[in-house]
Structure formats: structure tokens, C-alpha cells
């Protein structure tokens, strides 16, 4: 198999290069025996944006692995297209496939803020720092036209609560006046995303995302205004990205970066599917090598749903990465870290005539 350079059908700019099957749906469409049509059977590469109108927008979190009580999403599909993301296969539930239809079919939720602001009023809601996005990225291309974020920050800051944010697209910097209100009562911390700093490597495994030397401006830029951001080196693939993570620190400590994280990569449901696929277009020559390093992390398979594991994986290469990540820390972020969440802050704007809707 080859690369898009050589492979007329590659889609280029797109992550994944095939729609998988739904587990959920009953039919499926298939070109089988291509000899028998009159035309090739088309797929609409076109981006389509769909709404829904959900009756809540904070979910509860319900990983150990995962810190923090709440999340909101305001997408679900993302046109950044990484290639690795495990928000993959939650397509699948509202009937699309975790391929190329991820990537496409975006579904966004114009009354989130309405939702969000709904739940905060509600008595019994109890304050903790709510994670957005745990699931597609917040500030993907769409939010620069729809502006729901930018709305839920707003509704957040109104209320003096505190969120997480975790991003790999410059786009944050456009609510950088929200976020420094929101920092100078510690209600705000950023983590951006970056995998690799090899061009080569990202435009085909996260194809319509920031450069990386973008993405550590980012970091530059938040933390000179005030808001405390890190970076997210995830997932770390061995053979793909492993080697780069003290190079990724480093940089990132350069741009003022104050914290770091990382997870192992895991390949659930149809992202193994995809990734099989995916790497054996791009890197043929090293393919096998590279799938039978992410099984040796999960027990000898390529997905793990284990709670304690899952994330961080086992085994020696395991812990070589663990040891590599906390070294690099150890060197380049040793210190910066004491950020901690403003709980006490929180208010409800009782005099405000339009809560009286709620």
C-alpha cells in the first residue's frame, strides 16, 4: 500500500481513509464488485455541520483515570482528523461511522450555553472544575463560525467557575480577554495538545491541525497573559512519536509551558481498524513493528479498556516511556507547577432578570 503521494485515492487532508462499520446499524453499503457498476460508488468529502439539541450538556465523569467530575462537549466529530483519537468510535452512536465520517459529519450543540448556564443554577449543583472538551476539540475549525465556546466561557465567567481546557488548535487565543478575566480568580487552566514536532509526521496523522511551532506559541502566549497552560504530549504511538518526548518538553518549557502530561496510545473499537489501515499506507516499512509495540503496552492487543492501564500501559516499553516523560519533566519543568483550582469563587447571578426563566 502506498501514500498519498502515489495513491490517487488517498484522501488527502483527511485522517482516516475509509468509513468503517457502524457496530449499531443493521445494513451496510459496500463497494464489493466494482466490475459490475456503471460508476464508482461517490463519497461527499465535503464537511456537513449538524445540530442537536440535547436536554443537558455536563456529563459526569465516570473514569478513574480521568481527573475531575464533569465534562461538556460542545462537538462531537472533529475535522481535525487525528488519526489516533479515541472519540472515534462515540460516532458510532448517533449512527455514523468512526472513519472518514468523524472527520465530516460534525454535530454541533448551539444550546449548550443556555444548558450550561440551566445546570449552574440549579441548588444542588456542586462546583468542580468541569473538563472541555473530554471529547472532540472545543476550538476545532467550526467554533471560529459558530462561537459556542466562546459562549460557554462567557456563562462561565458570569458565574465565576472554574474549567479545563484542553486544545490542539491556535483558535484559543481569540477568547484570550475571557480567559485572563478568568485566570485573575484562578478559574482557568489550558493544556494543548502536541505530538510531534516533525511536519512530515503531523499532516498526515492529525491533517488539519496547527503546525506544532503554532501550538507552542500558544502555550507562549497564554501563559504571558496570565493563564497557566502545559502541554499534552498524547498519545504517545512507540516507533511513531516515543523518541520525541523529551525534544517536545523541552520546546515547550522554551514557550513557558508550566506542567506536562501524556497517555499511551490505545486502538478501541474501530480505531484499530483505521489505524491498521492508516500506517500501513504511510510508514509500510515500519507498520508491523509499530502495531506490535502497541500491543506489547496493552497485554498483547491493540485496545485496552482497563481502568489504571488503559492510559499509561504496561510492560517495559511501558516503562521506558514513563521514565523518559518524568526525566524530561523532571529537567525542563522541575517547579512551575502550582496551580490550583478557585472553588470559593462561585456565584449565582440572582438579580439577573433572565434567570428567572430558569
Known amino acids: 500500500m502506498i501514500n498519498e503521494e502515489g495513491n490517487p485515492n488517498y484522501f488527502k487532508g483527511r485522517g482516516a481513509q475509509l468509513n468503517t462499520d457502524n457496530r449499531f446499524s443493521k445494513n451496510v453499503y459496500r463497494e464489493e464488485h466494482d466490475e459490475m457498476i456503471d460508476e464508482p460508488l461517490l463519497s461527499d468529502s465535503r464537511t456537513q455541520i449538524l445540530f442537536e439539541y440535547p436536554k443537558k450538556i455536563v456529563n459526569p465523569i465516570k473514569s478513574p483515570d480521568v481527573p475531575g467530575k464533569y465534562s461538556m462537549n460542545p462537538y462531537q466529530g472533529c475535522e481535525h482528523g487525528c488519526i489516533y483519537c479515541y472519540a472515534r468510535n462515540t460516532h458510532e452512536y448517533w449512527g455514523y461511522s468512526a472513519g472518514l465520517d468523524f472527520e465530516r459529519k460534525i454535530i454541533a450543540k448551539p444550546d449548550a450555553p443556555r444548558l450550561l448556564e440551566k445546570q449552574l443554577m440549579n441548588k444542588n ?49 481569540r477568547d484570550i480577554d475571557i480567559l485572563q478575566e478568568m485566570a485573575s480568580h484562578r478559574l482557568v487552566h489550558v493544556m494543548v495538545s502536541i505530538t510531534t514536532l516533525r511536519e512530515e509526521l503531523r499532516v498526515k496523522m492529525e491533517p488539519r491541525t496547527v503546525t506544532a511551532l503554532n501550538r507552542m506559541k500558544v502555550i507562549e502566549e497564554l501563559n504571558k497573559a496570565g493563564i497557566p497552560t502545559g502541554i499534552m504530549t498524547a498519545p504517545i504511538i512507540p ?35 483505521l489505524f491498521k489501515d492508516w500506517i500501513f499506507k504511510n510508514y509500510p516499512d515500519r507498520a508491523e513493528k509499530v ?52 472553588l470559593t469563587a462561585f456565584q449565582r447571578p440572582n438579580n439577573n432578570p433572565q434567570m428567572k426563566l430558569f
Not at 244 to 270: C, D, M
Request: aromatic content about 6%; charged content about 25%; overall charge neutral.
Open 125 to 173: 449543583w456542586e462546583v468542580s472544575a468541569i473538563l472541555l472538551s473530554g471529547n472532540t476539540d472545543c476550538y476545532q475549525p467550526q467554533e471560529r463560525k459558530l462561537k459556542i465556546t466562546r459562549e460557554l466561557l462567557e456563562v462561565l465567567l458570569k458565574f465565576k467557575h472554574p474549567v479545563g481546557i484542553i486544545t490542539k488548535n491556535n483558535l484559543i487565543l
Open 239 to 273: 516507533g511513531l512519536n516515543s523518541e520525541e518526548i523529551p525534544a517536545l518538553i523541552e520546546t515547550a518549557a522554551n514557550h513557558q509551558a508550566i506542567t506536562a502530561g501524556y497517555e499511551i496510545v490505545r486502538l478501541n473499537g474501530s480505531i484499530g481498524e
Open 291 to 342: 502495531l506490535h509495540q502497541i500491543a506489547e503496552l496493552h497485554g498483547g492487543k491493540v485496545n485496552d479498556s482497563r481502568f489504571g492501564t488503559r492510559m499509561r500501559g504496561e510492560g517495559n516499553i511501558a516503562q521506558s516511556i514513563n521514565q523518559l516523560f518524568k526525566m524530561s519533566v523532571k529537567k525542563h519543568l522541575s517547579g512551575r507547577d502550582n496551580f490550583e483550582f478557585n
